[in-house]
């Protein structure tokens, strides 16, 4: 064991862990990220494969603002880390739309074109839900801690079509939703004003721009970065960490620990649980098909950025009977942001919840197998949506909650993590602290302001 004691060690280099060490080493504190695997970034990260590079997570970074916007979670964060808003290199979205059937709301993100979208198909609903967005504009969103309640009580106070209903919550519960059917009252003021109060960009050469512009300013003052370095476990006394024992024995001291692994997954590493089961780890998992293409999704008439989709009479967000969920889903397109140059790529990626356990238990030939056929059957489901381009397709790749689990150690590969956050980042050891999605931040912009807030509060404090 190293005699060396860091100011603080953080578990995890994705988006909140790199955010809480830029915070720390603003202030000179000594700061070892450790990452069990060779690429950043945890559930928003990016690999090469066959010659092309690939976006593990990222669709699009919701909380867009203008550059000189004051306010805001990404305000926030470009205050905080002391990054100019053009080191994040965003470009804005053409255009989105929740389509249901026989309906469609499009949306950009100006949030008057969606206001206007309602009160043209959903005329008696609109002075309820002008109504219920005025009452979301006071929620502090930025602050340790959430207020809880069922958000689907809520807006049925305002809203009583219970198809507007659904299509509200569609995106917001696909781009951020641990819970099924629901989410909190806070929860939800949060995905609420980041995907239709603030709205959808991207840098052109997506999540890893980010994350290479987050892990330079971290290296240039002075933070320690260690890929390729597994976590065992900690060494705990009393109600204190003291130390994280690596895969390969290496012991390592610190004052203060920051964890972005999981509340359950930390819990485990403390000794604290026996199983995971004792803490039960979120029970939503996704698939997603990346197919690429030899044109432009423009080509064949597809100008969109996201499309929201369901197929039922009601929207059904729970974790279903069969491996994929065909009757609803996302259909992302990269090449669909307000580029000034086309990209080089042609991508058209969809998502989609699955069942874990069917996936588990499936033998390795079984699980190669049901990937194909499931390749085939997401395309034809988000068919029903978009343009046809399944014969433009020249490549593909598909990951599964397995792929999550294996590659971000996230339990059950749910991305969005247990349903139940740790709002505050507390855990029983008082040097001991979460980050990231289960402390209640989700997205990019959600998991660069949890590190933020989770290094200012109790590690820039003696």
């Not at 809480?20 to 494969?49: K, T, W």
């Not at 949060?190 to 971290?218: C, N, Q, T, W, Y």
């Amino acid at each position: 064991m190293s005699d060396k004691i860091y100011d603080a060690v953080i578990i995890g280099a994705g988006m909140s862990g790199l955010a809480a060490g830029v915070r720390l080493a603003q202030y000179d504190r000594s700061v070892c990220i450790l990452e069990r695997h060779a690429a950043i970034g945890g559930l928003n990260s990016f690999y090469r494969r066959g010659g092309r590079n690939y976006d593990v997570g990222l669709h699009a970074l919701t909380n867009y603002v203008p550059k000189g916007t004051k306010l805001g979670p990404l305000a926030r964060v470009i205050r905080h880390l002391r990054m100019p808003w053009d080191e994040f290199g965003l470009t804005q979205q053409n255009g989105s739309s929740i389509a249901f059937p026989g309906i469609e709301l499009n949306f950009t993100n100006e949030f008057e074109r969606f206001e206007t979208e309602i009160a043209e198909k959903f005329p008696s609903q609109i002075d309820g839900f002008r109504q219920m967005v005025a009452g979301l504009s006071g929620y502090d969103q930025l602050g340790l801690g959430t207020a809880g309640g069922s958000a689907r009580e809520y807006v049925s106070r305002f809203i009583s079509d219970p198809l507007l209903v659904d299509m509200i919550f569609c995106p917001l519960l696909f781009y951020g939703g641990a819970r099924e059917q629901d989410m909190e009252f806070g929860q939800f003021c949060v995905m609420f004003r980041s995907i239709f109060l603030e709205g959808f960009a991207r840098p052109r050469d997506g999540v890893r721009h980010i994350l290479l512009k987050l892990l330079k300013k971290f290296r240039t003052l002075g933070g320690e970065l260690r890929v390729k370095t597994g976590v065992s476990r900690f060494e705990t006394r009393g109600d204190e960490a003291v130390s994280v024992v690596l895969d390969n024995g290496e012991e390592i001291r610190a004052k203060r620990f920051l964890s972005s692994a999981g509340w359950p997954e930390t819990m485990k590493l403390c000794g604290a649980l026996d199983s995971i089961d004792e803490c039960p780890a979120g029970k939503l998992g996704f698939i997603e098909t990346i197919s690429v293409l030899d044109v432009p999704p423009k080509r064949f008439g597809h100008d969109k950025t996201i499309v929201f989709f369901n197929d039922s009479e009601r929207f059904s967000y729970r974790n279903p009977d069969v491996p994929v969920d065909l009757r609803s889903g996302v259909v992302c397109s990269p090449n669909n942001f307000s580029y000034s140059e086309p990209l080089e790529e042609n991508m058209v990626r969809i998502t989609a919840l699955a069942n874990y356990d069917l996936w588990r238990k499936m033998t390795p030939d079984e699980y190669k197998r049901e990937k194909l056929r499931y390749y085939e059957k997401t395309l034809e489901s988000a068919a029903r949506f978009v343009p046809e381009f399944r014969g433009h397709v020249i490549d593909v790749d598909m990951f599964t909650p397995l792929t999550i689990e294996r590659f971000t150690g996230r339990v059950r590969g749910a991305i969005y993590g247990a349903s139940d956050k740790k709002y505050d980042g507390t855990t029983p050891f008082r040097n001991l602290f979460v980050c990231g999605a289960d402390q209640g931040m989700v997205g990019v912009v959600g998991a660069l302001v949890s590190g933020i807030v989770i290094a200012n509060r109790y590690a820039l404090t003696e």
